[in-house]
């Protein structure tokens, strides 16, 4: 098999150190494929890049009108959140609103990693539970959408009515057939797909409008997700995250995702363009320069953003902050142009 083309290196001194190899497709809604590297085709993982997809049923369902969400806690359905206080105060709210407890929760405690949150809770008496989790937005909109149905509590098993819906809704963006399921790491089944059809899914995004689409209103379920999260970046991540960052200096112009295991997205509505990319070792600072690299390509994203040059350029600093070295990406990269 061939190896994927090196993105991303990492020079020290003027020597290369590291590379990130790497798969991405771009997809225009109406042109198809119209930018790749490596395998567009390669099956993937899609891990958290794919919330939004996963927070559809919440939306079509009328779950969230039911329910009363706000944009605010639709954009924490679709985070990966650092479980800072916002988030997991917002968690707690949004369980209280629907009767429920921290322990309805099927994620799993995790200790967080915005810095305020996790020096609390390292001290005596202070534990973390379900509501620091990363993914405890998107297992809230599970609970909605579980309680919507009047279904059973394990709403993280395959078989559940709440999974039964995302893999139907999965599947219809992608427009593939999904050959099978891993367990993600807050419990819920993450669902394959090729490369090129999460880009497509992406690409669906970016297309949306509030007419609806003949699907329960999808084109204005996906819209409103989309505009929920470029309207809230803090609560997609957090202070530091990149998809915060890259949104805020996007101001409004597309909405990125990440995932586990170098995956990244990208919804850019004014060009109708969804983006998905792979890197093969797994590592989110080659994901994240590559779709930084992108979106600038793309005109939407300025190249003199602070974090645009961090991620893309660097420089690389030692801990008596002397530059040792920096990021470059690929020549193929830097001179695309849709």
Same mark, same amino acid.
């Given at each position: 098999m061939t190896q994927p083309p090196v993105l991303v290196?990492?020079?020290?001194n003027g020597t290369a150190e590291s590379c990130h190899r790497g798969h991405v497709a771009v997809w225009h809604h109406d042109g198809g494929l119209i930018g790749a590297?490596?395998?567009?085709?390669?099956?993937?993982?899609?891990r958290s890049s794919c919330k939004m997809v996963q927070a559809l049923p919440l939306v079509e369902? +009328? =779950? /969230?009108?039911?329910?009363?969400?706000t944009e605010r806690q639709l954009?924490?359905?679709?985070?990966?959140?650092? +479980? =800072? /206080?916002?988030?997991?105060?917002?968690?707690?709210?949004?369980?209280?609103?629907?009767?429920m407890t921290e322990a309805d929760l099927r994620c799993g405690s995790q200790l967080p990693d915005d810095p305020e949150a996790h020096r609390r809770l390292l001290q005596p008496g202070q534990c973390p539970d379900q509501t620091h989790n990363n993914c405890s937005g998107k297992h809230s909109g599970f609970?909605?959408?579980?309680k919507h149905l009047d279904a059973g509590p394990e709403y993280v098993e395959p078989d559940h009515s709440v999974q039964r819906a995302v893999k139907e809704a999965f599947e219809e963006v992608t427009q593939e057939a999904s050959p099978g399921y891993g367990i993600d790491g807050c419990s819920a089944p993450n669902f394959l797909c090729s490369l090129a059809g999460l880009a497509r899914a992406m690409a669906h995004f970016a297309s949306a409008t509030d007419a609806g689409s003949g699907h329960g209103g999808r084109s204005a379920a996906m819209q409103r997700l989309t505009l929920a999260m470029m309207a809230h970046p803090e609560m997609v991540s957090g202070e530091g995250g990149a998809c915060t960052e890259l949104m805020r200096a996007m101001a409004g112009k597309a909405a990125v995702k990440t995932g586990a295991e170098g995956v990244y997205v990208?919804?850019?509505?004014?060009?109708?363009?969804?983006?998905?990319l792979k890197i093969e070792d797994g590592a989110s600072r080659g994901a994240q320069a590559v779709i930084a690299a992108l979106l600038g390509q793309l005109d939407v994203l300025s190249k003199d953003a602070p974090i645009y040059?961090?991620?893309t350029q660097g420089p690389l600093r030692n801990r008596r902050n002397l530059v040792v070295g920096g990021i470059e990406i690929a020549e193929t990269l830097r001179t695309w142009r849709a």
């Open positions: 290196t990492l020079s020290r590297w490596g395998d567009p085709e390669v099956t993937i993982f899609t369902s +009328g =779950a /969230a009108d039911r329910f009363g969400l954009a924490l359905a679709c985070a990966s959140h650092k +479980g =800072a /206080a916002i988030h997991s105060d917002a968690v707690q709210a949004w369980l209280t609103n629907l009767d609970l909605t959408l579980c990208a919804i850019i509505p004014s060009r109708r363009i969804g983006i998905a040059q961090s991620v």
